[in-house]
C-alpha cells in the first residue's frame, strides 16, 4: 500500500496552545485530503476536505478559525489546532486520496491531549 | 444524510468458525460500499470494497441493495483475523469522503 506518514504521533499540549499535525503521502500526489477526527470508543467523523491549492471546505459543527487546514502541496497537509482546549483531546487522522486508483490511504493518526 | 450502522461492537469466534460481520447503510441513491481493518497498533487500511469484487484474505462481502447491507464473511477465521473493522461508505464515486460506522472489536479464540 501506499506510504503516508503523519506527524507527530502523540502530543501533550496546554490550553490555550496550538498544535500543528503535519501528513505527508510520499509515494503519490494527493489532490485531495481528508481529516478525520475519533473520540474515544467512536467512528470516525470527518472534519475537513481539502484540495491541493485551494480552501478546505469543512463539515458541520466544524469550527474553521479554529482547525486551520493547509494543503499547499500536493504531497503536504497540515491541521493546527488553535487555541487548544481540553475538549479538542482527540484521535486526528490524515487521509490522502491516491488520484489513480482513487483509493484513500490513513496516517497513522496524531493523539492529542489538551491538558 | 448518508449513515452506516455496525450493529455489534464487539464480536469474539473461535478459530477456524465462520465469521459474519454485520453492516447496514442508509441512502437514497447508490453509495460505494467499504470494509477497512485496524490491526493492533497500525493505521487504518482498505480490505475490500464492493466495486472491485475481491477476495482479501479469505473475507467477501456482498452489496445487498434490497436489504441496504453490505455484510463482511469470511468461512474459517483465524488469529491473525483479530482486528477492528469499519464499514464505510462514500456518495462519491473517485472522491472518498467516507461516512464510517462505529466499528466492530473482531476477537478470534484460538
Known amino acids: 500500500g501506499a506510504v503516508v506518514s503523519q506527524h507527530p504521533s502523540w502530543v501533550i499540549c496546554k490550553s490555550g496552545t496550538s498544535v500543528k499535525i503535519e501528513c505527508r503521502s510520499l509515494?503519490?500526489?494527493?489532490?485531495?485530503m481528508f481529516w478525520y477526527r475519533q473520540f474515544p470508543k467512536q467512528s470516525l467523523m470527518l472534519m475537513a476536505t481539502?484540495?491541493?491549492?485551494?480552501?478546505?471546505?469543512?463539515e458541520q459543527g466544524v469550527e474553521k478559525d479554529k482547525f486551520l487546514i493547509n494543503h499547499a502541496s500536493l504531497t503536504l497537509s497540515t491541521l493546527t489546532v488553535t487555541s487548544a482546549h481540553p475538549e479538542d483531546s482527540s484521535f486526528y487522522i490524515c487521509s490522502p486520496v491516491d488520484p489513480k486508483s482513487t483509493e484513500a490511504f490513513f496516517g497513522q493518526g496524531t493523539r492529542l491531549t489538551v491538558v | 444524510a448518508q449513515r452506516v450502522t455496525q450493529p455489534e461492537k464487539l464480536l469474539s469466534v473461535f478459530k477456524g468458525a465462520p465469521v459474519e460481520l454485520k453492516c447496514n447503510y442508509s441512502?437514497?441513491?447508490?453509495?460505494?460500499l467499504f470494509w477497512y481493518v485496524q490491526y493492533s497498533r497500525q493505521r487504518l487500511q482498505l480490505l475490500l470494497r464492493h466495486i472491485s469484487r475481491e477476495s482479501i484474505k479469505g473475507f467477501t462481502a456482498d452489496l445487498n441493495k434490497g436489504e441496504t447491507s453490505f455484510h463482511l464473511k469470511k468461512p474459517f477465521a483465524q488469529e491473525e483475523d483479530s482486528a477492528m473493522y469499519y464499514c464505510?461508505?462514500?456518495?462519491?464515486?473517485?472522491?472518498?469522503?467516507?461516512?464510517f460506522g462505529t466499528g466492530t472489536r473482531l476477537t478470534i479464540i484460538p
Open positions: 481539502s484540495n491541493e491549492g485551494s480552501k478546505a471546505t469543512y
Open positions: 509515494d503519490f500526489q494527493a489532490t485531495t
Open positions: 441512502y437514497s441513491g447508490s453509495p460505494e
Open positions: 464505510a461508505l462514500t456518495t462519491n464515486f473517485g472522491n472518498e469522503k467516507l461516512t
